[in-house]
């Protein structure tokens, strides 16, 4: 395996590890609301409307970015 190779597959995987963390740390927190004891279903609601909010944004900005062209 050359090194250009290692570089790449290395940066895909950081990549990856970057965008699990910041999905996986929104659903942390809203899983932590849903195990609450005192929880109100309305707050559950919001937080769980925004949870989808935001993944909905998430996937448009990585669509918007794979679509802007890359100065060489």
């Not at 250009?4 to 927190?29: Q, S």
């Not at 932590?32 to 609601?45: F, R």
Request: aromatic share 16%; glycine share 4%.
């Amino acid at each position: 395996m050359c090194l250009a190779t290692y570089e790449i597959k290395n940066f895909e995987f950081l990549l990856g590890i970057n965008i699990w963390y910041g999905i996986l740390f929104v659903v942390n927190f809203v899983s932590k609301v849903l195990q609450s004891k005192d929880m109100h279903i309305d707050v559950v609601l919001d937080h769980l409307k925004s949870l989808i909010g935001y993944l909905k944004n998430y996937r448009k900005m990585a669509l918007f970015w794979l679509w802007i062209p890359h100065k060489k």
